[in-house]
C-alpha cells in the first residue's frame, strides 16, 4: 500500500516531516544527497527505454553554466522526452514532464537543482542554483513549465506564457533570489508544451 512505502522511506529517513497541514504530515526530501539519489534512480530507469548521450548532455550543461546559452540544455532534454513518449506509452502532463527534467536537470554538476522552490510564498518549479564550489558559473536558471493538449486554441499559449512569466517576475523579485544566484546572471525561462512536444522556449 502506498501508506506502507510511504512510511518506509520514512523510516530509512528518505523522507522526512517537513510541516503539517491540519492533522496531515507533510513530506518531503530531506536534503540534495537523497534528491540526486531519486533523481538518479529516474535517469536510470529513462536509460532502459532510451538512453541519453551523456557526453552530449554534458556538452549542453557547460554551454549553459559558463555561456548562458540555455536553449541547447532544455532543447535536448526535451528531445529526448519527446522521443521517450513516442517509444513508449508515457503519461503526458505537466508533473510528468517536469520530473523527467529534474531527473537530467538532476546531474549538472554545475548546480544545486531546487525543484518547487519557495519564492514570495509562491512555488517555482525548477531553480538551478550555481554550487558555491565553483566560481566560475556564470549564469543560472528560473524555469516555469506550462502543459497544453494539443487540441488547445493559439489563444490558450499566449494566456500560458503570460501566466508564466508574471509568475517567474514574481519570484525572481523575492530578496533570497539575490543571495542563492551568488555572482551570476538569472535567466528567466518558460517552457510550454503541448502533449510531448515543446512549442515555446523563450527568456523573459
Known amino acids: 500500500k502506498f501508506e506502507n512505502f510511504t512510511s518506509l522511506l520514512y523510516y530509512y529517513g528518505m523522507l522526512t516531516i517537513s ?11 530531506p536534503n540534495n544527497n537523497v534528491r540526486t539519489q531519486y533523481y538518479r534512480y529516474l535517469q536510470e530507469e529513462y536509460d532502459k527505454y532510451l538512453p541519453v548521450n551523456i557526453n552530449e548532455l554534458n556538452l549542453t550543461f557547460d554551454n549553459a553554466a559558463l555561456d548562458g546559452d540555455y536553449k541547447e540544455m532544455f ?14 506509452n508515457t503519461i503526458e502532463g505537466e508533473r510528468t514532464i517536469q520530473g523527467f527534467f529534474m531527473a537530467y536537470l538532476a546531474m549538472n554538476p554545475y548546480y544545486l537543482m531546487h525543484p518547487e522552490i519557495e519564492l514570495n510564498h509562491g512555488y517555482g518549479d525548477i531553480f538551478l542554483m550555481p554550487d558555491t564550489r565553483f566560481d566560475f558559473v556564470n549564469h543560472c536558471y528560473l524555469a516555469e513549465f506550462k502543459y497544453l493538449k494539443t487540441n488547445c486554441e493559439p489563444k490558450d499559449e499566449d494566456d500560458a506564457f503570460a501566466a508564466a512569466k508574471a509568475q517567474l517576475d514574481f519570484y525572481a523579485a523575492d530578496s533570497k533570489i539575490v543571495k542563492m544566484i551568488s555572482n551570476s546572471k538569472l535567466h528567466k525561462i518558460v517552457m510550454i508544451f503541448k502533449g510531448g512536444d515543446m512549442v515555446k522556449l523563450e527568456e523573459v
Open 75 to 88: 532543447t535536448y532534454i526535451a528531445q529526448a522526452y519527446k522521443n521517450a513518449s513516442v517509444n513508449r
Open 19 to 29: 510541516g503539517t497541514r491540519g492533522l496531515s504530515a507533510i513530506l518531503s526530501i
